[in-house]
């Protein structure tokens, strides 16, 4: 009997996630992807393989496995097995059955992996077999060679096989993604939720939402230094095997907590015009990172929620590692119509900033975030370090969500307005800002004003001008 260790991961995900506008299609290769370490322990099975599973997160996979089989005949019938499966995707398979320790092995196989990723493309090239000068383009991706699909629920009809299989694989897992995470922690008693289809059901029928009408919110959450974690503390396949498994179980309480006690009792979630359908898209899930989708007006909720869950459990019983679990964090709002693939990088970019600042303080990782508002489809380049000042720490979301209501009933919008068009007035206009407040005994909005100090210093006003509508949404009567 062959006993070995053997890693999978699906790469390449900007061209096979994110390379398409439509949601189904994204949430469809995300989810594909995340099933893969799945799909690879069945087909393990199949060939008579006995698997122990390692880490499974995201597009991941490491197991140790016992087979008749040599490791190579494993490794050439996984690696065409999952190639018959997605076609379209990229996966590296490598194999190590050294009997050297455990750590060195992980690393062995990543750097496999990785030196096996930048041999292959980085696009899977449709076949041509067949494709006439005549047919059309896939109405999604815009790319691909597409072909007439008879059953398909809107008009985009023209679908190529990359799309059909993503899409149609994206709509039927929609609700089975959240009762089966949800599960990984208890039996799940959900209502009989549906979910938005897409980036215009999930805004629209928003005027009631004033300025944040047809907006979103695209949140993405990063752990600080868990796969160094990984690699410092889990010297053993057990002890990263519950690293991993913890991982992905808090994740699930997390979302579990978030469906049952904030989407549940607010209508606000759910689109009424739609079939009653709530308005959350988890587009990226599984490992230490998460990308979620909402309304412009539960963007901050969102992050508030994360952090305030984040902080219940610093040091959870699964993590190895004698510091906290802490995350960084970028959230974009933005129109529903953005290019999805330019906001997720945005967010992402945001998030990298974030774990820069908390670099440059001595490695004194916190959980602590960025956000931009996006009033035009303009696109604002290079996060670069002229973010840093701006960089908040977590608990203050919930700091500027209790101070918001006085300040917006007190201070002037349009010298906000001023101090952000005329920098060169903003001390002077602050002054008077304050000078106003004292003048009309508005306490509480000046204790506010004195309060985000302490953690925005003089961006505070900033952050007061830009987080206006969204900290503390107010419905509007239509």
Not at 102 to 131: C, D, E, H, S
Not at 135 to 146: S, W
């Amino acid at each position: 009997m062959n006993s070995f260790l053997l890693r999978v991961e699906g790469v390449n995900l900007a061209n096979y996630v994110y390379d398409t506008q439509d949601l189904s299609t994204i949430r469809g290769g995300g989810l594909q992807l995340l099933d893969a370490a799945k799909k690879v322990q069945d087909f393990l099975s199949q060939m008579g393989c006995s698997t122990r599973s390692i880490i499974e997160a995201a597009s991941i996979g490491l197991f140790h496995v016992e087979s008749a089989r040599s490791p190579e005949e494993v490794h050439r019938s996984l690696a065409a097995r999952l190639a018959d499966w997605l076609p379209h995707a990229t996966f590296t398979v490598d194999i190590d059955s050294t009997h050297a320790d455990f750590p060195i092995r992980r690393a062995a196989l990543t750097a496999r992996n990785r030196w096996r990723q930048m041999q292959a493309p980085t696009v899977v090239y449709p076949p041509l077999k067949g494709v006439r000068e005549q047919d059309k383009v896939c109405e999604i991706d815009m790319v691909r060679p597409g072909k007439q699909v008879q059953n398909a629920p809107d008009r985009k009809k023209i679908q190529s096989e990359s799309v059909r299989s993503r899409r149609e694989f994206g709509r039927a897992q929609k609700q089975s993604f959240y009762l089966a995470e949800m599960s990984r922690v208890g039996p799940p008693d959900p209502p009989d939720y549906q979910y938005t289809l897409d980036f215009e059901d999930l805004c629209e029928n928003s005027d009631e939402w004033g300025n944040l009408r047809d907006k979103m919110a695209v949140l993405y959450l990063d752990g600080n230094r868990f796969g160094e974690f990984a690699r410092e503390y889990c010297r053993t396949e057990d002890s990263q095997r519950d690293f991993s498994q913890g991982l992905r179980n808090e994740q699930a309480r997390i979302l579990r907590k978030l469906i049952e006690t904030l989407i549940t009792p607010d209508p606000t979630w759910r689109n009424a015009h739609a079939e009653n359908r709530v308005r959350l898209e988890t587009l990226l899930w599984g490992g230490d990172e998460i990308l979620w989708v909402v309304p412009a007006w539960k963007g901050w909720e969102l992050l508030r929620f994360f952090f305030e869950e984040c902080s219940t459990r610093p040091t959870p019983p699964w993590s190895p590692s004698p510091d906290a679990m802490t995350y960084s964090a970028g959230l974009v709002f933005c129109h529903s119509k953005a290019p999805i693939h330019t906001i997720r990088k945005l967010a992402k970019d945001l998030a990298e900033k974030v774990k820069h600042r908390n670099k440059n303080e001595g490695n004194a990782y916190q959980n602590r975030f960025l956000y931009q508002v996006l009033e035009s489809f303009d696109h604002i380049g290079a996060v670069d370090d002229s973010y840093l000042p701006l960089v908040l720490p977590g608990p203050s979301s919930q700091e500027i969500s209790n101070k918001m209501p006085a300040l917006r009933e007190q201070v002037s919008r349009k010298k906000l307005h001023r101090m952000m068009k005329e920098p060169s007035v903003a001390t002077e206009v602050a002054s008077e800002i304050k000078k106003e407040l004292r003048s009309a005994r508005a306490t509480e909005a000046l204790a506010g004003i004195e309060e985000l100090e302490n953690v925005a210093s003089d961006r505070v006003w900033h952050h007061i001008a830009e987080l206006w509508d969204y900290a503390v949404p107010e419905r509007i009567d239509i």
